[in-house]
């Protein structure tokens, strides 16, 4: 009558007769069962205080074997999900591991022991658990569930091809629809945490193409716009994750879709429509006050971004006034700081930067800002001040302390120490050679010494440049530069060689016509007359507009009248 009430649904009731049919322990197996069955409905009702110490009971005294066994399953089972990892291994191990237990019970056990080891971070034997747990199932179902565990976990030690390989294996298997799903879910997923992000995208379609049930299709199309986000296809992912907005069921997962939709839409530019979604959120319910900072943030640089300086920057002060100190009001007042600096309002954004120095929770923040002040008492010709800023800001390892170095030997040559603002340049370069600003660097000192009329060391630092550094901007006036110095040095061949160069690599840039000139102007040193009238012609007829075009037609008078005395015919 208790199993009739319970396939009812009417658990409460059924329990009331499994209680009354609990025998004693003499009654053996029967008893035994009709106990699990007792422990069992109080765990389905969520009274597991009741149902522990009847387990506990039946895993010690004399019920019977089988009724232990399980009994010790099901604790086990109960200790994991309370994250009692080595209590519940203690009893399930010696379950899983006797070779007197039945198959079922075996593989329920080593389920069990699987998930304690994967809780306590030992992926290697939580997997080997799982593979036990297999060699005991005989259900396909059952069997393709263990699969997809064991590719999850081969994912987890960082053998993502063989857990990749496992599911699609798994979901091209014939007559096992159950848990494929799951499988295609965890595919994608592999793809994505091995940096593959063009596969997972096609993972997550595949995905979107074979199952239709509404929380797997949100998971899918957030899964899908990560990725999209991660190859910087920022519009793309933006509509995949209003996607996931609109099938998602669970509030949060909505939130959370429009939240990433929002910063992809930030992401992509279009600041108006992100704008227009994160002031959606916060007109809403269940946002932490953190979450709430950083929506309201997002929502003020978007507007910023859109045009409406002015409202953004006393949003952001309103923002950085609600929460003095904390991280997020140390943000809000950067950016009031850096729109004030935008707008040339320089007084007034050194003392925003001054007020992030004074706050106990800026961290990094504190860094940049003496990093901005410096550059900003740099602009007022306050030498002194900058020196100390830039001081500040490097005494941080890291990219902002790289830059403050560089500008501090900026800043000394500026106030006429040039021998020691060049001397921390080049020990900037022999500290930091791969830095982000050691191109600025070269090309720097290359400037200073060209400008000292130094051309061979010059010409030294504009070579090293290019030749470490060839993708960078700066490589395209190092090498116009480098040509320079070499000309000066009379050394025309390699001056030649350099504008010869930059006309072939850079031929859009506005400096073209001077390279040709410049190198038309060292064949003519050289002596070879008609290859430079060739290019003076070229600046005439390529590049009309020029300045340069009258000289040209001097030079190429020149060249000619040189020339006439061997041929006064053709010259």
Partial sequence: KARCLLAMGREEDALTFVNMAV??????????????????????????????????????????????????????RMRAARREFDAARREVEPVATSTNTLPRVRAQAFEVLAGALEGSGDFTNAMVSVERMESFLQDPS?????????????IQLGRVEEGAALLRAHIAAAGLPEGASQSQALVAAAHAAAGRHEDAVKAWQEYLEAFDDPQGLAVAHYGKGVSLARLNRHTEAASSFAKAADVATAPTVRRDAVLAQAESLLASGAFAPARELFLSLLTGDGIADESRSHVRYQAAYCQAQSGDVASAEKELEALALESPGTPGGVRALRQVATLREQRGAWVEAIYAYEQILKSPSAGREVELARLHLGILHYRQAEYGKALADFDGAAATPGESAERALFLKAWTLYMMGRNGDGLALAEQFLEQHPKSSWADDVLYWIGEVRFNQGDHAAAEVFFARLIREFPDEPTAADAMFWAGR???????????????????????????????????????????????????????????????????????????????????PQRY
């Fill in 142 to 154: 059952d069997i393709a569930r263990a699969r997809v565990e064991r590719a999850r976990l081969l």
């Fill in 485 to 567: 110095a070499a000309a000066m040095q009379k050394q025309y061949v390699r001056a030649m060689e350099y504008f010869s160069r930059f006309v072939a690599r850079y031929p859009a840039s506005p400096q073209i016509p001077d390279a040709l000139f410049h190198e038309a102007d060292a064949l003519t040193s050289l002596g070879r007359f008609p290859a430079a009238i060739l290019v003076f012609e070229e600046i005439i007829k390529n590049h009309p507009r020029s300045r340069l075009v009258p000289a040209a037609w001097g030079r190429k008078g020149d060249c000619c009248f040189t020339l006439g005395g061997a041929d």
């Fill in 23 to 76: 025998p004693s322990p003499s009654a053996g197996e029967d008893g035994a069962e009709s106990r699990l069955d007792q422990a069992a409905l109080l765990l389905r009702l969520g009274r597991e205080a009741e149902a522990e110490p009847i387990l506990a009971d039946l895993s010690t005294t004399g019920w019977s074997t089988l009724a232990a066994t399980e009994a010790r399953v099901w604790l086990g």
